[in-house]
């Protein structure tokens, strides 16, 4: 049974969670001529189809990597996010010491909260994770009152994009039970379901491996040892202790 937490991690539980990462010797390795206008809109829409959504932030070669599995419904995460991940993004990721990836885990007591992944999704294939990604949780009391995710995507990007993104979303009408597999994901087949379904699955799958049993889950990664996944809420202050412990080894 999935559980979520919604209180800090004592600082004496997150000492003893550094202690035992650093100690830990895990061998698992850390994560890794002139066209015409209408044909190369064409182009351009069958680009985005084609392309992976990127979500994650700063540099690939950073000496740590932060994975976070994450829920855009889930109050804790959302709490994470405004209060620790959109400092370290400012902080961490910013000077190059940490590489931040989302990993989509949406849970099925949550309405709306496979529907704003998708959303993420297909803002990630055009390149506006980022903005996106903070609008979901800057406004997540607004949308999960009546799921109307759509005008705050819509805000966070210009127009054209939106239209680029809005393209992406097709077949993604119908809203399913995050515990369901999505059809689109069964079939493979682009003219039913929802093929962005398909990314928020692999990260579904990557979570079963971990185990994630909960939301927030972090798992961060330093020079290649990946270290004990760390779940629920964790402060910028504190979080930002361990990173400079690790950077110290």
């Not at 698992?28 to 351009?44: E, K, L, M, N």
């Not at 210009?158 to 393209?167: A, H, L, Y």
């Not at 369901?180 to 087949?189: I, L, R, Y």
Request: with cysteine.
């Amino acid at each position: 049974m999935i559980r979520r937490t919604f209180h800090p991690l004592p600082v004496a539980a997150l000492c003893e969670l550094a202690v035992v990462a650093m100690l830990a010797l895990l061998c698992c390795a850390g994560v890794s001529g002139q066209t015409h206008p209408r044909a190369q809109t064409h182009a351009v829409a069958n680009s985005d189809s084609a392309a992976a959504p990127v979500k994650s932030l700063g540099n690939k070669n950073a000496p740590i990597t932060m994975e976070v599995f994450s829920d855009y419904q889930c109050p804790s995460c959302g709490n994470f996010y405004e209060n620790t991940l959109k400092y370290m993004i400012q902080d961490s990721v910013a000077s190059g010491q940490v590489y931040f990836v989302h990993r989509d885990f949406p849970l099925p007591m949550h309405p709306y909260s496979y529907m704003a992944a998708r959303w993420s999704n297909a803002a990630a294939k055009i390149g506006k994770f980022e903005v996106v990604d903070a609008a979901l949780f800057d406004n997540q009391a607004a949308w999960s009152a009546d799921g109307n995710i759509e005008r705050f995507v819509a805000a966070a990007v210009g127009p054209t994009d939106f239209k680029r993104i809005k393209k992406l979303m097709e077949g993604c009408d119908v809203n399913p039970n995050a515990g369901v597999k999505p059809a689109a994901f069964n079939s493979g087949q682009g003219d039913h379901g929802c093929l962005l379904d398909t990314y928020i699955e692999q990260d579904k799958e990557l979570a079963k491996q971990i185990p994630v049993t909960q939301t927030p889950t972090s798992v961060i990664t330093y020079k290649g040892q990946r270290y004990p996944a760390m779940p629920g809420f964790v402060t910028w202050p504190i979080l930002k202790q361990f990173f400079e412990s690790l950077l110290k080894q």
